[in-house]
């Protein structure tokens, strides 16, 4: 920052008001969220998805230029406010009443593959005596549902932005490779439709990869993808406030006075998947094209926060600290689907 205020002093200049921070910071995020959209048109890239594309533009601007300092506040706020807002009105993807009708039995196997994926990933990493922290934040990701999930976490764990941005990352790239994968092997496999879609729907990353690999399947296969996808998203709630109860019980163990705070924007989440499932369109009209744009708004919001989260990853560290999480979460990834394909 000293040496920002060096050379605006050298031309005379001053430095922003903290409103004029406020906005720059937060256009920037959503600049560099736009210039990710327009490098995932690009073929080849469009396999990774803006929000990958935007974090690599982010990474790669804070190794370049450094980290913009002058509107430090504007990105903090995209970061960390934005980051919630995402997350109460990602609440709207979640049909409750679809997974408790038609969805129990999947939802019995998510909670095996969510508890599988987070455990074999930490124990690999104590193995391989890689980074905890980074590797919980991709066994949740693996487990539940990609950058959402680990967005929801990182801030009862305490995982610093870095972590974050470094695990959603991660997630987004692999999922894309096993998305893709599992596109490719799908007409070699001796499953019908219905069983592609429950494997894909229950061992795949991102809502977004369980639909780029379950379309080969047709309607019905994507509907039930999406259904065992659904149902891990359920149980992001449940889990959060897991990681509450023992983070709390290891700070009373360790005798320290860190406040663990509850992540109040978790009831939005619930309250948006409770009034999307039972009051917008059955009470109250709620037409597909305005449930799409309130899907579009919150990609445009989760991308600016991953923006800001990304301007905060230092390569240097990337490559000391994620090589060997990345490789705990592959081999959890590959074990996941051999476990799944035979399970289903």
């Keep these: 920052m000293s040496t920002y205020l060096t050379k605006l002093n050298r031309f005379n200049l001053q430095p922003p008001s903290p409103k004029a921070a406020w906005l720059g910071g937060v256009a920037f995020t959503f600049l560099i969220a736009f210039l990710g959209y327009l490098l995932a048109q690009v073929p080849g890239f469009n396999q990774i998805g803006q929000l990958a594309c935007a974090i690599i533009i982010a990474v790669f601007y804070r190794q370049i230029f450094g980290y913009p300092n002058a509107i430090r506040s504007g990105i903090t706020f995209s970061?960390?406010?934005?980051?919630r807002v995402a997350i109460i009105l990602y609440g709207l993807k979640l049909n409750i009443d679809t997974v408790l009708s038609d969805g129990l039995g999947l939802l019995v196997r998510d909670m095996a593959v969510i508890a599988?994926?987070?455990?074999?990933t930490v124990w690999l990493a104590k193995r391989f005596k890689a980074d905890k922290t980074i590797s919980l934040l991709l066994g949740v990701g693996t487990g539940v549902c990609g950058a959402a999930a680990i967005a929801a976490i990182a801030p009862i764990i305490k995982a610093k932005d870095e972590d974050t941005a470094i695990g959603v990352g991660i997630i987004a790239l692999m999922g894309t490779v096993f998305a893709i994968?599992?596109?490719?092997?799908?007409?070699?496999?001796?499953l019908d439709d219905i069983e592609y879609g429950m494997w894909v729907g229950i061992s795949l990353h991102e809502i977004a990869h369980v639909?780029?690999?379950?379309?080969?399947?047709g309607e019905d296969g994507l509907a039930i993808a999406l259904l065992g996808k659904l149902g891990r998203v359920f149980l992001l709630v449940p889990l959060c406030f897991i990681f509450i109860f023992m983070m709390k019980r290891k700070n009373k163990d360790e005798e320290t006075t860190t406040k663990i705070e509850f992540p109040w924007f978790l009831l939005g989440f619930i309250l948006l998947s409770v009034l999307g499932s039972y009051v917008l369109g059955p009470i109250i009209p709620f037409p597909e094209a305005m449930r799409d744009f309130v899907s579009t708004a919150t990609t445009w919001l989760l991308t600016?926060?991953?923006v800001g989260l990304g301007l905060n990853v230092s390569l240097r560290d990337l490559r000391e600290r994620a090589l060997l999480p990345l490789v705990a979460m592959t081999i959890t990834s590959i074990i996941l689907s051999i476990l799944t394909y035979?399970?289903?």
């Excluded at 599988?116 to 074999?120: C, D, M, Q, T």
Aim: no cysteine; net charge positive; glycine share 4%.
């Design 79 to 83: 970061s960390k406010r934005l980051l």
């Design 116 to 120: 599988f994926a987070i455990l074999l």
């Design 181 to 190: 994968t599992y596109t490719i092997i799908r007409p070699f496999l001796p």
């Design 211 to 217: 639909a780029l690999a379950g379309a080969p399947a």
């Design 304 to 306: 600016a926060a991953m």
């Design 342 to 344: 035979f399970i289903i």
